[in-house]
């Protein structure tokens, strides 16, 4: 962004564009994250469910029930999100490839 080793400020839609892939790399990031305590969720819950007859049997509570709610939403939450995680990268490649094109421009 240097013409004759004078700084040039960037283009408006150059601007727009590195804000828009920072806020989409800060997106990616966060649904990684969440993801993968999702999956951490889910794989203590199947192990409680597992033992599900020994918890109500010990507590006197229907464990089955209250797992079967957390899980069930839990999962589909861990079946989305790596589509959702694609999505978000394809655009911020899409978006990278395009800031490219601006500077060449």
């Given at each position: ?9 960037p283009?408006?839609?150059e ?6 892939c920072?806020?989409?790399?800060a997106?990616?990031q ?16 199947r192990?409680?469910?597992e ?20 899980l069930?939403?839990?999962?589909q ?29």
């Amino acid at each position: 962004m240097e013409s004759q080793g004078v700084p040039v400020a960037p283009r408006p839609e150059e601007g727009h564009l590195l804000e828009h892939c920072n806020r989409l790399q800060a997106e990616i990031q966060r649904g990684r994250e969440f993801l993968e305590q999702v999956r951490n969720n889910l794989s203590v819950t199947r192990k409680r469910l597992e033992e599900w007859t020994a918890y109500e049997q010990h507590c006197g509570t229907q464990a089955l029930a209250l797992y079967t709610q957390i899980l069930l939403p839990a999962e589909q939450t861990a079946q989305f999100l790596p589509h959702w995680l694609k999505w978000r990268e394809n655009e911020l490649e899409a978006i990278t490839r395009q800031m490219g094109g601006t500077r060449n421009a």
